[in-house]
């Protein structure tokens, strides 16, 4: 019986001239606050028993542009995410909008802001699976640029990148100097995306998590603890 105890209340908060309704949900085994935004469209903020609503409200304001960010995602969304005609993917501080072409030859090709995918590959799982080839193809200069930016500034050389599919890391080093990154990582807005990077390489220094490596992460992404409490907000896109 350590879960949700009773739904609190709902209430409303403003955000730079956009309202963001909540229910407030009170967990007795919950240590932390949460968001989670249910297949209604509706924002449950989950906190620990004693947390007031002015901390809980707070933390959605904190949270607002990624809160936003989900509920226009999920505002027609039907079953699956947003894989529907007109969908929205996230990728890197925008979004891409999904099509689909009935007489499409290529199997998926972007244009703009636009994401055009064959009909005929429309059915789960194979959509999926397109979905994520293409966005592992973009992921892997991307990140390669951007962790040698990082690494040049930091004066951390690494010896390799690799990308791939972690289902519960972002990313992950070895004493080799090769460093594994999440393609996810295109779904997360940069400034999240370049703190998991400069986590990694601060990792080729400290191979733990000492107060010398916290302090190392600090002196390039000062506000690390708030990127780490939101990275916990993100999933899988689909």
Same mark, same amino acid.
């Given at each position: 019986m350590g879960g949700v105890v009773t739904a609190a209340g709902s209430g409303v908060v403003t955000w730079q001239g956009e309202t963001i309704s909540y229910l407030l949900v009170r967990m007795r085994s919950r240590k932390r606050m949460s968001l989670r935004v249910d297949e209604q469209g509706v924002l449950q903020v989950r906190v620990p028993w004693r947390v007031t609503v002015g901390q809980a409200e707070q933390f959605v304001g904190e949270h607002a542009p990624w809160i936003l960010q989900q509920l226009q995602m999920r505002q027609t969304r039907t079953g699956k995410p947003a894989l529907q005609e007109g969908g929205m993917l996230p990728f890197l501080d925008g979004f891409l909008h999904l099509h689909y072409g009935t007489e499409q030859i290529r199997?998926?090709?972007?244009? @703009?802001?636009?994401?055009?995918?064959?009909? %005929?590959? %429309?059915?789960?799982?194979?959509?999926?699976?397109?979905?994520?080839?293409?966005? %592992?193809?973009?992921?892997?200069?991307?990140?390669?640029?951007?962790?040698?930016?990082?690494?040049?500034?930091? @004066?951390?050389p690494f010896v390799r990148l690799t990308v791939r599919s972690q289902k519960s890391r972002w990313g992950s080093c070895s004493a080799r100097k090769t460093i594994s990154l999440n393609w996810r990582l295109m779904c997360l807005p940069t400034r999240l995306g370049d703190y998991v990077l400069v986590h990694e390489l601060c990792h080729l220094r400290h191979m733990n998590h000492s107060p010398e490596f916290w302090a190392m992460v600090a002196r390039f992404v000062p506000d690390y603890l708030t990127c780490r409490r939101q990275l916990r907000l993100f999933s899988s896109p689909w």
């Open positions: 199997p998926l090709f972007r244009e @703009g802001d636009r994401l055009w995918v064959a009909e %005929r590959y %429309r059915t789960l799982p194979t959509l999926t699976d397109l979905l994520e080839q293409w966005y %592992r193809r973009q992921a892997h200069p991307y990140l390669s640029a951007r962790l040698e930016t990082w690494s040049t500034l930091m @004066g951390v």
